[in-house]
């Protein structure tokens, strides 16, 4: 059993004044591997005191020495990578294939933003006025375990990038990957008070900190529902607030597309992280005149997909995070049949041989957009595939959704792929790619979210522009 009874505040371990014990599991068995101590309310206010206290000095930093620091943090977060692949692989179920690019992600992203802060304007000359970019306070950022390592270390780099200092509140169902990462950020000898981390729920860590008037900005990624709830609480206060949340993405095959291409990309887009990706592709948008064809080689595609041990690097699933999201994903199974969409592929129950949160790779056909099964988000590996006539119809299914976080356009002529992606609503559109691009603004339209990370623009989300008129010497 693993206890990990600590969180870090002002430069130092210390025991939460919290109380409660959570557990930890392993997904893949089900088995309690560990226990957290849980931080409370007044956790996150002493926390918020410290990154306050931290913040005037840190603010007056330089370039410079803010990128040396973000250096020694990915330097540090790198050191780590194999017990942090481990724990990945043991506290969510990440496949390992999958389990490489969880770890060395947030280790590159202390680089990337290194790079973009080398060149960042931070002053410039705009009609009489000198304008300077200022950082914006005390940063609450909040996270979801499905990426926990890379959504503290991508935030809290833009943070330091920006001259915020920040209280993390990572999800309490990864508090072992974020145990090590506050363990590398540690080594990184930062000044105390620059970052504070408090495991704890989201009632009441995460609304202390979405509602605390020392709070300056809110950087969220989490579901939907808790956006809203953050947007609402830090409305008071009128926080600036970045929220990436959930999404329901279309792949579009158009009618050229090489299919033997094109549908292990879509299952491949469908089915990352074990579906549990804000960006899956869980919509496959396929023209009637080739439907028969779609159907085969996806049905045949999805049987291949081996769910089961995260270990084995022929598993494309692992396992779901908790109990509560199989069951989720067992529901949404049962509502797909029920509403009259056909199962070709998986379907309820566990794959052959598991015991732990598994569920079997699920393929729907038949699917109308209207369907539960293509409004919500499922997360997990649940893939419909939705006919359309013509380009024009497939255009608007995509467009047809609360979301716009990401999509995906599959053909076999790239002109036309772009025309169709320049029509999409949606904050990353990518052809015939699976590829992720960190220097690139990444976020979503509609109920997907609020601003963007990542570049110039995510860096511009912790700033606050301030003119200065009649001021030159
Ligand atoms: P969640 O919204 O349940 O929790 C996310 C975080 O918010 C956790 O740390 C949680 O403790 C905290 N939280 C919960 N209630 C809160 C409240 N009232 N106030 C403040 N904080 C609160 O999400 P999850 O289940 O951890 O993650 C899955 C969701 O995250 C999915 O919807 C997925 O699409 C989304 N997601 C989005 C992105 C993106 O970049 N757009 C990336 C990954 C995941």
């Not at 949404?332 to 309820?348: C, H, M, S, T, W």
Request: proline residues 5%; charged residues 20%; negative net charge.
């Amino acid at each position: 059993m693993r206890i990990i009874d600590t969180i870090y505040i002002d430069g130092g371990f210390v025991t939460p004044h919290g109380t409660e014990l959570f557990d930890l599991h392993n997904p893949a068995t089900g088995a309690v591997t560990g226990q957290v101590r849980l931080a409370d309310a007044e956790d996150a206010r002493a926390a918020i005191a410290a990154a306050k206290r931290a913040f005037p000095a840190f603010a007056r930093t330089g370039r410079a020495e803010r990128i040396a620091m973000l250096h020694r943090l990915r330097d540090a977060v790198a050191a780590r990578r194999a017990d942090l692949l481990d724990a990945v692989i043991d506290e969510y179920g990440a496949p390992v294939s999958r389990a490489g690019f969880m770890v060395d992600h947030p280790v590159s992203l202390f680089g990337d933003t290194a790079e973009l802060l080398a060149d960042y304007p931070f002053v410039r000359r705009m009609g009489t006025s000198h304008v300077s970019m200022e950082p914006l306070g005390v940063a609450g950022l909040i996270t979801p375990w499905n990426s926990n390592a890379g959504f503290i270390c991508g935030k809290l780099a833009t943070a330091i990038a920006a001259g915020c200092t920040a209280v993390i509140k990572p999800s309490e169902m990864s508090a072992r990957q974020t145990r090590i990462v506050t363990e590398a950020l540690l080594a990184a000898d930062l000044p105390p008070g620059l970052f504070n981390i408090v495991t704890g729920r989201g009632d009441p860590v995460g609304t202390e900190i979405s509602s605390h008037p020392d709070v300056a900005k809110i950087s969220f990624t989490g579901s939907t529902a808790t956006g809203k709830a953050i947007l609402r609480a830090a409305a008071d206060t009128l926080k600036r607030v970045t929220l990436e949340l959930g999404g329901k993405s279309p792949t579009i095959i158009l009618d050229d597309a090489d299919l033997a291409q094109a549908i292990p990309l879509a299952v491949n887009a469908a089915f990352m992280n074990s579906g549990q990706a804000c960006i899956a592709g869980t919509r496959l948008l396929a023209p009637r005149s080739r439907l028969a064809e779609v159907e085969v080689l996806a049905r045949a595609a999805v049987e291949a997909v081996r769910a089961g041990d995260p270990r084995d690097p022929a598993t494309g699933v692992g396992p779901m995070v908790s109990r509560t999201q199989w069951e989720r994903v067992q529901r949404y199974i049962r509502i797909g049949i029920e509403e009259g969409a056909e199962l070709l592929a998986g379907g309820e129950g566990r794959p052959d041989g598991t015991t732990g949160w598994f569920v079997r790779p699920t393929l729907f056909t038949g699917v109308r957009n209207d369907m539960t099964i293509a409004r919500d988000e499922i997360f997990g590996p649940v893939l419909s595939i939705i006919p359309y006539e013509d380009e024009e119809e497939a255009v608007a299914i995509a467009n047809d959704t609360i979301y716009g976080l990401q999509a995906y356009v599959l053909s076999g002529d790239t002109a036309r792929a772009r025309r169709v992606a320049e029509r999409i609503v949606a904050g990353r559109v990518l052809v015939n790619s699976l590829a992720h691009d960190p220097k690139a603004p990444f976020g979503g339209f509609k109920q997907s979210g609020i601003g963007r990370e990542y570049g110039s623009f995510g860096l511009e989300a912790f700033l606050e522009p301030k003119a200065l008129l009649g001021a030159d010497a």
